[in-house]
């Protein structure tokens, strides 16, 4: 009897984990099928503003245009890498950045003059700070494209990204170009760009500097999601 009950007892486990394996199968299926759908939705963005630049040809609008895409694209970029990737929680920094920055010179004509000179760690976030770490390294790179270097300057944008001790990562973007204007205020600036990179370091919760120093320095430094999950679990309810 005592034997039946066993084997019975191992059924039931053996059936409830074939059960359980079913269901992770399908709700990762389920989460790819998602960021699958969202960059076919963004892609289909990305065409319409192709489209309406037909139109336009005033050349602020069309710098409207061509931002708001490259945004799009940058987040598009996290869903597919998602998509692709056999975990679907995390995107590893090395090729998503490596592949935001070659998006970003493909939009721009004349790219050639400009080096660019990565520096990435092994690192991977979940998407929640991807997504904002790759819409501030967007803006700083395009906004360095067209405002930092003179029109036949030859010029080098560095992006270096570093962990530090598994709890906290520092970016860095630097350009050797004509650097923030003297007295400028980023707190109060116009500059849309400048806005979206605060805007995202605050999402971040982290720790943004901007330095003049042979050119234009943009630093940041933010804990990491396991660290604030660690720290969540610290704190007694």
């Known amino acids: 009897m005592q034997k039946e009950e066993i084997d019975g007892s191992n059924k039931e486990l053996q059936r409830l984990n074939e059960q359980q394996t079913k269901l992770i199968i399908e709700k990762d299926w389920l989460v790819k099928e998602i960021h699958h759908r969202v960059k076919n939705n963004l892609q289909m963005m990305v065409n319409l503003l192709n489209a309406q630049t037909e139109f336009l040809h005033t050349p602020s609008a069309l710098d409207a245009i061509k931002e708001s ?5 940058t987040i598009a970029i996290i869903h597919q890498k998602l998509y692709h990737a056999d975990n679907t929680t995390v995107i590893n920094m090395p090729g998503y950045i490596n592949e935001l920055v070659e998006n970003i ?13 990565l520096d990435i760690d092994n690192v991977a976030l979940d998407i929640a700070q991807s997504m904002p770490l790759g819409l501030i390294i967007n803006e700083a790179i395009t906004n360095a494209l067209k405002y930092a270097f003179s029109k036949d300057e030859r010029g080098l944008i560095q992006i270096s990204l570093n962990s530090q001790d598994n709890e906290s990562v520092f970016l860095k973007i630097a350009d ?3 650097g923030l204007p003297e007295g400028i205020d980023i707190m109060h600036t116009n500059s849309l760009g400048l806005k979206l990179i605060r805007l995202f370091s605050e999402q971040l919760e982290g720790d943004l500097h901007f330095a003049n120093n042979n050119g234009l320095e943009i630093m940041l430094n933010f804990k990491t999601a396991a660290y604030h999950a660690t720290l969540a679990d610290a704190i007694p309810v």
Request: glycine residues 4%.
């Open 176 to 178: 050797n170009g004509k």
């Open 105 to 117: 010179k493909d939009n721009f004509a004349d790219n050639s003059r400009i080096r660019f000179r």
């Open 69 to 73: 895409r490259e945004r799009m694209q």
